[in-house]
């Protein structure tokens, strides 16, 4: 019999709640198909001002209201409300106006570091307050690969976290959430914890998100065998190579599915006509 898991997955998009790219996707294909399967799937992404909140119920939840969050000098309140995706997952939306109360979902803006750095610490607070211990935490791309670092030293002596596992999704390696090592205080950790911090990256006067979630992640997976051996290499890397190759089998690559309700030919929204097994003839006329 299949165990059945606590999953916690953490996405700066998902689809249709947020689009720009294939995360989002990933994020709310992978989300529905682990909570047909039974899994205990619980989602967070951000409250965006775009988000249709009536369109997945979304309500607030109780003891989880006007929280305070702080990251070094920064300060922000937060709250959390629940709704479900299409099919019934749940999904956790992070409501912080002042950070995510924009035109876009991604931002040129200075505190963009801080809006994802925010995210991923209030999600892990919300599952401390709920009382829900994931076995595997699952983070994506550079907004939230800071989370398996948060683990070990923020949380380090919490026994809620003790058995999580934490597995970092590279989506798009383009983006690594760089920031300049002056704002090293924005991350909120003790100055013992900041030893953790990439020393060659500090140096160069950085601080290099995703980075980070490869080097502190149990687990590190991009969108295919051939793109996870890709990555390892300088020409594709795109300067974390070095950090990958040394993660050696900890690194692998797993090929994105489709999802079968989403790209149905018997409902699909893009196409102008429908058809199935027994309207072959409408396939061949589009």
Not at 34 to 40: I, M, Y
Not at 93 to 106: F, H, S, V
Not at 134 to 157: G, I, K, M, Y
Request: net charge neutral.
């Amino acid at each position: 019999m299949q165990e059945k898991l606590a999953i916690c997955l953490l996405a700066s998009e998902v689809e249709p709640l947020s689009k720009t790219g294939g995360l989002a996707d990933v994020a709310g294909a992978l989300t529905r198909s682990l909570h047909r399967a039974g899994h205990d799937v619980r989602l967070f992404t951000p409250c965006y001002a775009t988000i249709d909140r009536a369109g997945i119920e979304a309500e607030p939840v109780e003891g989880l209201q006007g929280l305070s969050l702080a990251l070094g000098p920064n300060h922000y309140v937060f709250s959390v409300l629940h709704g479900r995706l299409p099919g019934g997952a749940p999904v956790h939306l992070i409501d912080c106006p002042e950070l995510y109360a924009r035109r876009a979902i991604y931002t040129s803006d200075p505190d963009e570091h801080l809006r994802f750095l925010a995210f991923t610490r209030a999600s892990l607070e919300a599952c401390r307050r709920l009382g829900f211990a994931p076995r595997v935490l699952h983070c994506n791309d550079w907004h939230t690969a800071f989370a398996p670092l948060f683990l070990r030293t923020v949380w380090a002596r919490e026994p809620l976290f003790r058995a999580t596992r934490t597995v970092l999704t590279i989506h798009n390696i383009g983006y690594q959430g760089i920031f300049a090592a002056e704002r090293i205080a924005d991350l909120g950790l003790a100055p013992a914890a900041r030893k953790l911090l990439h020393p060659g990256d500090l140096a160069g006067g950085r601080i290099n998100a995703l980075r980070h979630g490869i080097l502190y992640a149990d687990l590190i997976t991009t969108v295919s065998p051939t793109h996870a051996r890709e990555i390892c290499s300088a020409e594709y890397g795109m300067g974390l190579e070095d950090s990958l190759r040394a993660r050696g089998a900890a690194v692998s690559g797993i090929l994105n599915g489709v999802d079968y309700e989403e790209w149905d030919p018997r409902r699909d929204r893009y196409l102008p006509r429908h058809y199935d097994a027994g309207s072959l003839a409408v396939k061949g006329e589009l």
